[in-house]
């Protein structure tokens, strides 16, 4: 039982409209943005920081930001959005090598060099206490630019809210994104947890 029920998809208006965006990225709007919506200010200034962090405007692709989500969400251990930022890199493109091997970016031929230093930095931003180091910045220099280093940190420190809000809330996981979880994480033990 979630923390705090959802409310329906058109409870606000303008958080409806606002969540359009979530029916590309994961084909439904989110249970947590539905119950963000108690306080619909929260509700819009989320959704729109969402778009903001997600938006591509250098080499840091839709697909690699999902991953990113994926790996801090990881980190955390919130299951929720394990399960939406696998599902969201699919439907952005990831491919299906990447998706099946995501726990093993680090040695799978499937990632770059380049794409796995991001998935280190998302590692190493998401610990508690932070593990960002200085070997860090200089691999993470090798591959991308100042902007893209900061879209990167973007999508670490949205998953960031989110896996607290999620985790705190035991949010009820989506039907669709549990298929997904279920598909591409369920071989190595991922399962909905509290979030039913």
Known sequence: MPLVTPLLPDHDKETKELADFFNETLGFCPNSVLTMQHRPAISKA????????????????????????????????CRYCQAHAIRAAERYGADQEKLDNIWEYKTHTAFTDAERIALDFSLAASLVPNAVTEDIKTELYKYWDEG?????????????????WNDSMGTTLEEDAIDSGNQYLGKTGWEVGKHQ
């Open 148 to 164: 893209e280093i900061v879209e990167m940190l973007g999508v670490i420190s949205l998953f960031g809210y989110l896996n607290r």
């Open 46 to 77: 989320f959704i729109n920081l969402n778009k903001a962090v997600m938006e591509n405007q250098g080499r840091v692709t839709s697909s690699l930001k999902r991953m990113i989500a994926w790996v801090s969400s990881n980190a955390t251990g």
